[in-house]
T-cell receptor
Framework: DTAVSQTPKYLVTQMGNDKSIKCEQN?????MYWYKQDSKKFLKIMFS???????INETVPNRFSPKSPDKAHLNLHINSLELGDSAVYFC???????????FGPGTRLTVL | AQKVTQAQTEISVVEKEDVTLDCVYE???????LFWYKQPPSGELVFLIR??????QNEISGRYSWNFQKSTSSFNFTITASQVVDSAVYFC????????????FGDGTTLTVKP
């Protein structure tokens, strides 16, 4: 009965690889997000999707491509991983764009 | 452009002390929303409160209280009689109506409550 779930929880990979993180919410929300939290705990928005449409793309490199197959899912694909991509990635959802966001448990990505 | 400043990087208190976490925001919008989230050592982000710009009433929830003052663009968070379980990183966040979907988070305040 988890509200916002992410898989995997941990991801360790080599530089140059391509990886995906999946996110699902069962709250019936229309809006989903991806955030990046770096080693200093700074939390920065990457993407916002509303009704499967991209609303916000915060100058994220093209190597990052979100995909929303339906309103309950927002996946994040990362190409050609770099050391600087190591971080915790959080997915979140909200009913509307300014409503309270509910976060998934996070995916800790480590690029070696 | 929207901005959130949490000037206190780290705060350390002894159990049962009261502690206030400061949050100052900048926005040109007249309609906006402010939030506080808690991130305990286990890593999840837990929602605490949402306040819209037209509601300046202070709020109390158990040992937690929030003081919203538009005149000083502040939305401060006080924990009364702190407990060890309050140890966490606390984030203040802002969401503007005209820039909906782009929430800005402060850098967080790490609170350590010692027994």
């Amino acid at each position: 009965d988890t509200a916002v779930s992410q898989t995997p929880k941990y991801l360790v990979t080599q530089m140059g690889n391509d990886k995906s993180i999946k996110c699902e919410q069962n709250l019936g929300h229309d809006t989903m997000y991806w955030y990046k939290q770096d080693s200093k705990k700074f939390l920065k928005i990457m993407f916002s999707y509303n009704n499967k449409e991209l609303i916000i793309n915060e100058t994220v490199p093209n190597r990052f491509s979100p995909k929303s197959p339906d309103k309950a899912h927002l996946n994040l694909h990362i190409n050609s991983l770099e050391l600087g991509d190591s971080a915790v990635y959080f997915c979140a959802s909200s009913q509307a764009l300014t409503d309270t966001q509910y976060f998934g448990p996070g995916t800790r990505l480590t690029v070696l | 452009a929207q901005k959130v400043t949490q000037a206190q990087t780290e705060i350390s208190v002894v159990e049962k002390e009261d502690v206030t976490l400061d949050c100052v925001y900048e926005t040109r919008d007249t309609t906006y929303y402010l939030f506080w989230y808690k991130q305990p050592p286990s890593g999840e982000l837990v929602f605490l409160i949402r306040r819209n710009s037209f509601d300046e009433q202070n709020e109390i929830s158990g040992r937690y209280s929030w003081n919203f003052q538009k005149s000083t663009s502040s939305f401060n968070f006080t924990i009364t009689a702190s407990q060890v379980v309050d140890s966490a990183v606390y984030f203040c966040a802002l969401s503007e109506n005209t820039n909906a979907g782009k929430s800005t988070f402060g850098d967080g305040t790490t609170l350590t409550v010692k027994p």
